[in-house]
């Protein structure tokens, strides 16, 4: 399939992975659900939805669970499968618990260490890939890993701003190496990648400059804005949403998570210079770019790494469609300065990822019966 990702594919040539049976990766998944159940909690606080939580602090808690915790959970887990060493597997196991440390009010040094601890080994997987298959994806997956290890000493040491800053390059990179790798459906030309090369050099220059100005975001958004551009531009995608099913699906939930990043680097290069325009801009990126990519490819990487079939259906357009509509009502209320839009654009996410995860449920256990089914 043109859209495949790299862990969808066996690391050996064997076609089989090793390290840690497929059972043992269900636990790691469940600490990665949590630290996604109380990141959600603590957005739905930020957005002023009021309701009894096990924790207060989740509320400043919001991005470190939801990226750090989760996402570093489920991204080291991919990649510990592909790579097929059990080591691998500790850049999962120090992410989930390092979000239930924090969900449980523990001390944040110890949860913010493990967290660094859990990327720091994430980077070391990617670097081993990249020293098995040397290619430029692969050298941005590892910087990628490497902002992640950032991302948690900058919120230890006071600074947020870069904390947010290396936990989007974090993310963004991810998704853009991926893309790269598959780009060789479609090959850029050599200006092409030229022109990606100098956009990630710029991109990482201004997170390192969130360290010292919060001007750093202003160059961080036109970064962002034409990294979006050039995905629109170079993407398989242009050409497989012309076809039908699951290809169609993923190559719609990647061009519109493009519009969003583009959208999202706009604000940013504006310079939101109040609460409500700031959070319209992250969440321009994180919910709209990201959860539309993580939408897009789950049909796929899901069945990789625990080995369960989804088939698919059109029912996956439902959380598609859904997160789009109240990004648009949120980001909307974080224009206008409608906080009772951006609550319910809020909520309306978080419904959502409920949704999504729902649907994979169901497409999990749909797909097991009927490959159970006496024929």
């Known amino acids: 399939m043109v859209n495949e990702p790299a862990a969808a594919r066996p690391s050996s040539p064997a076609g089989k992975t090793s390290g840690l049976p497929v059972a043992w990766r269900f636990p790691l998944l469940l600490l990665g659900m949590l630290s996604l159940l ?22 400043g808690l919001h991005a470190p669970l939801m990226i750090g915790a989760f996402f570093g959970t489920v991204i080291g887990l991919e990649r510990a499968v592909a790579l097929g060493r059990g080591w691998g597997y500790l850049a999962p196991l120090a992410a989930g618990l390092s979000g239930i440390l924090l969900g449980a009010g523990a001390p944040q040094l110890e949860a913010f260490f493990l967290m660094a601890c859990g990327a720091l080994v994430l980077m070391l997987t990617t670097l081993r890939a990249a020293q098995r298959q040397p290619s430029l994806h692969a050298n941005i997956l590892a910087l990628a ?14 600074q947020p701003l870069a904390a947010i800053a290396g936990w989007m390059g974090f993310l963004v990179l991810t998704i853009a190496g991926e893309r790269l790798e598959l780009s060789r459906f479609l090959p850029p030309s050599p200006l092409a990648r030229r ?38 531009r170079q993407d398989v995608a242009r050409r497989t949403v012309r076809q039908a099913g699951l290809t169609r699906f993923i190559a719609l939930c990647l061009l519109s998570g493009y519009v969003w990043l583009l959208l999202g680097g706009a604000l940013l290069a504006w310079q939101p210079d109040t609460a409500f325009l700031m959070d319209a801009a992250l969440h321009a990126v994180f919910v709209g770019f990201v959860l539309a990519m993580v939408f897009g490819h789950a049909p796929i990487i899901f069945p990789a790494v625990v080995r369960v079939a989804l088939p698919y259906h059109r029912g996956f357009y439902l959380p598609l469609l859904v997160l789009h509509f109240s990004l648009l009502l949120r980001v909307g209320g974080g224009l206008a300065g ?27 256990l749909s797909g097991r019966k009927r490959r159970a089914a006496p024929r």
């Open 195 to 232: 022109l990606f090369m100098a956009i990630v050099s710029v991109f990482l220059l201004a997170v390192l400059a969130t360290w010292f100005s919060p001007a750093g975001l202003r160059l961080l958004g036109f970064t962002l804005a034409a990294l979006a551009l050039w995905l629109l």
């Open 38 to 59: 109380a990141g959600v909690s603590a957005g739905l606080l930020r957005a002023g939805w009021n309701f009894p939580v096990a924790q207060t602090a989740w509320v």
């Open 145 to 158: 890993a490497a902002l992640a290890v950032t991302a948690p000493l900058a919120w230890l040491l006071d």
């Open 338 to 364: 409608e906080s009772a839009w951006r609550a319910l654009g809020a909520a309306g996410n978080a419904l959502a990822l409920a949704l999504f995860i729902l649907t994979m449920v169901f497409t999990a």
